[in-house]
Every structure is written in C-alpha cells, then in structure tokens.
C-alpha cells in the first residue's frame, strides 16, 4: 500500500470521526439549550381532581408566586375522574420536559396503586417526585353527644362495647378510613365501618347528626365545626398540637404514636425529566412555599405549608407513606368502592 492511499484512509477516518462528533454534538445541543433555556413556555399543573377541592385549592394559591420565580405562566388544568386516578395517567404519560407537572397527594400516590387492581401508573417509577408543599393532619372528630371525650375514654368506653361503636369514613380506600383502621389495630379495637360517598361531607354531616359515633378528617374541613361546636375533637394526628385547635392533644400524647399522619400534596414531572430541570423546579417550589402569604393562606385552612429538603427526601417520604398505607390496605383487604 503506499503512502498517499494509507494518507488518504487516515484522512477519511479523521473526518468521519470529527462528521460523528459533530452530529452527536448538533443532535445534543437542543437538549442541552432546552434544559439551560427552561422554562421558556407555559407550565402546566395537573390537578387530578374537580376545581374547589384541596388539591385545586394548593394548586391555585402556588400559581402565581411559582409563576412570578420561573417567568412562566402556570395553568392549573383539572383532569379528575376515578378517585384522581385519570389525572395521574396523563400527568404520567406527558412528554418528560418540565412542561408539565403533577400535583399528588397521598390518595393518588401512595394509596390507590394498592386498591385499584387495574391502574396502569406505578407513581416511583412513573414520576420523579419534586417536592412535598402542603402537609393537612388528621382530626378525630366526634358527635357532642358521644360520652368519651379523648383517647382514653374512647378506648376503654369501645373496649367495653365490642362491635356496637360504628366509625365513618368518605370511602373504603380513602385515608381517613385507614387513619382510624391503624388506630383501631394499634388500640386493639373492634369497630364497624361505615363507607360513605361524596367526600367527606356526607359522613361528617351523619356525624353531626349522631347516626355514626365519630371519624377522621382533616382538620381543614373539621376545624370550623368543631369551633362551632357542632363536633367535638379527641386528638390530632400531628407530631405537635396545631396552632388552631391547641386545646386538642396529639394522638401521640395521648399513646398512640404511630397514629401521625396526614393528607400531604406535592409536585411531581414525569419520570424521565432531566435532572437540571427537576432541580430547578424543585428550587422554585421552595422559594415560592417560603412566601409568607402562602403559608398564612394555608394556615388560615389547617393545612401546613412545607418544603422538601431535596426531591431525593421527597421521593423516600413517599416511599416510606406508601409502604405503611399498603401494609394497612393488605391487612384489611380494602379494595376501591
């Protein structure tokens, strides 16, 4: 072989190599500028449930402050229908570009993958979690007219009345039927259930009325009937006493700590969205549930403003929620109504 013809394959090596590269680098560079340009179009927050609701509620009091630190409009779309489930497939199945976000909470992500036989979304898999924002404890609420008026007198006045104490909840599968089946199971009590449609309204209205003894709800949406006497509060799910209901002790104080829960919200993209992006979500959502209107807005409500440290935190809190829901569900073998 000569000279010139080794040359001239060298040559050619070369320029296929530098061609290669160059094309790997042309076909990166619009990810690249996408992620570095981000956002530069509107974002859409997913909200799985109809408009009024606590998630919508959350969604439209982060719009505008989330808008103003990303200098992006942000649309708050409501895609509800089978307990939030419809919603969540969409938000999962959206192109992974930061574009659209997801506003969970602890029905949709760590409850229904159990009680719903056929759902397609397995939410750590299918989403990156960004951050938690809104935390809403639990409250036990009875009628005013039920003898026992904390903990204490409730375990030992059902404990004296084996299957004749009835508790209500907004559905089989909802958190507020497993907030109380893990305090009955923690308790040692024997209880009967029973399921209501429509909410939580519905039961807490029959609770009111004295056809059922007592229940979980949140405090945001029992609050104002227990101020106004029209329910009676036995204990909050919270770590502390709230500061709107301080007056009413801690499940944990008064022995049952394993009942601390509640009905959290928070912002999730779908799996597969660059890191750089989620982390600058992730940075905006903080700022913005720093904002003190936010967090009185919330509180004024009985809900918690917070913030994940990292969507790595948010992503184990997750994991640790479900796995205590799940381990419930199975126990008690709820399926969706």
Do not use: C
């Amino acid at each position: 072989m000569t000279d010139s013809v080794k040359f001239s394959r060298r040559q050619a090596g070369i320029a296929f190599i530098t061609g290669a590269a160059l094309a790997a680098g042309l076909l990166a560079a619009p990810s690249a500028r996408a992620q570095s340009d981000y956002p530069n179009q509107p974002i859409t927050v997913i909200v799985p449930f109809a408009p009024g609701g606590a998630s919508d509620f959350a969604a439209r009091l982060l719009q505008p402050r989330l808008s103003e630190i990303l200098g992006q409009q942000i649309v708050v779309e409501n895609r509800d229908g089978a307990a939030g489930n419809v919603g969540m497939d969409i938000a999962a199945r959206a192109k992974p570009d930061g574009y659209t976000l997801f506003l969970g909470n602890v029905g949709t992500v760590s409850i229904n993958p159990f009680i719903f036989s056929s759902l397609r979304v397995k939410p750590l898999q299918d989403f990156i979690p960004v951050s938690i924002v809104a935390d809403t404890p639990g409250l036990m609420i009875a009628n005013p007219a039920f003898p026992p008026n904390n903990v204490k007198e409730l375990v030992e006045y059902v404990k004296a009345r084996p299957g004749q104490v009835n508790f209500a909840s907004p559905g089989t599968g909802s958190v507020n039927r497993l907030e109380m089946e893990a305090f009955r199971r923690e308790a040692g009590l024997d209880m009967i259930h029973v399921p209501y449609k429509g909410g939580a309204g519905p039961a807490a209205a029959d609770v009111m009325g004295g056809h059922v003894s007592l229940m979980f709800v949140t405090i945001s949406s029992g609050i104002n009937h227990v101020k106004g006497g029209r329910l009676k509060a036995l204990g909050v799910t919270t770590k502390q006493r709230v500061a709107q209901l301080p007056d009413v002790p801690t499940m944990t104080e008064q022995g049952y700590p394993k009942s601390v829960s509640s009905s959290w919200q928070g912002i999730l993209v779908p799996a597969g969205t660059p890191e750089p992006i989620v982390n600058k979500l992730h940075a905006a959502v903080v700022e913005a549930m720093k904002d003190q209107k936010i967090r009185d807005r919330m509180a004024e409500s009985g809900v918690i403003a917070v913030s994940s440290a990292s969507p790595a935190e948010f992503k184990a809190y997750i994991a640790a929620d479900a796995a205590k829901w799940g381990a419930i569900i199975k126990e008690i073998g709820a399926k969706a109504d």
